[in-house]
């Protein structure tokens, strides 16, 4: 018996389920409403029963039956949704979308130009790119709003993955002119009358602090700023001196003047610059893909001046 439905009516009329109103499905999956009610009005003709009660209010209340079949609907979706992964990785195909968040602080360093390869390699996958602070990125994570997260190791929860690539030792960012710029390396207790400049951000701003806490010490933090680029410089122009996880290629602050970068003499650890991943037994061919991508782009294009690999 040849089947006279689809799986997109289906979908349709889950969306329509669980929102409770044509006018709100609609607006959340982006379908106008009289595809929606066309779509509902054939299942109901196809299977012959009542999936709905319209109230005056314009909202919708599911049949006994309605709830039964959304059920029924939603488990043979999401069946359909497994068979279509199983395919592709059959068939090792790497395609479709795909939704990355990267860490702000390094993300106008390495993301447009490691993007740009990635779909070169893979024309079939869509990206599309998310820059948030790390507390947001877990966050979107856990809700399954993205895919995977490139990021620190910081503050990561035991229901997400870490796939290492890059360990980033701290360096002490200055301005080309100050006494340490000649520096090999630089003791923190050097740094404690010196004003700094503090990246604030959550977990980040934890971590820079907690180098000094560790030797009983405390900053003087002249500035504080949450954007990588104005603390760049910020330190360029004498305002204090900033520490950093990562050394750019080009050591010039966004407007245009040098700086130099000196190891920090401290046992904080480095930060491991990795994927970050919800926990899943199956991974699909295109989150594998992107995992191999970034690793082999960040350690063959020397980003961050780095060419040593996470242990």
Known sequence: MALRFTLRQLEY????????????????????????????????TEFGIQLFIRKHSQKLSLTPGGRTFLKEAARLLSEADALHDVAGNIAEK????????????????????????????????????????????????QRGEIDAALTYDLEVTQDISFEPIVQLPPYVMLPAGHPFA?????????????????????HSREYFLSAFQMKGLRPTIGERTPDIAVMRSMVANGFGYGIANMRPLH?????????????????????????ALPHAEHRTQTIRAFIDHCRHFVIEQGIFGTERSAK
Do not use: W
């Open 251 to 275: 050591s010039m602050s966004p407007d245009g003047k040098p700086l130099v970068f000196v190891p920090v003499d401290s046992d904080l650890r480095p930060l491991t610059m990795g994927i």
């Open 182 to 202: 000649g520096r090999t390396r630089i003791a923190l207790e050097e740094l404690v009358h010196e004003p700094m400049v503090l990246l604030d951000l959550p």
């Open 94 to 141: 790497v395609g479709g979308p795909l939704a990355i968040g990267c860490l702000l602080t390094f993300a106008q360093i390495v993301f447009p130009a490691l993007r740009k390869s990635f779909e070169a390699a893979y024309p079939g996958v869509r990206v599309r790119q998310f820059e948030r602070h790390q507390g947001q990125l877990l966050e979107m994570l």
């Open 13 to 44: 009329f889950v969306a329509v389920g669980e929102a409770g109103s044509i006018a709100q499905a609609s607006e959340q999956i982006n379908v106008s409403g009289p595809s929606l009610s066309a779509a509902i009005a054939q299942l109901e």
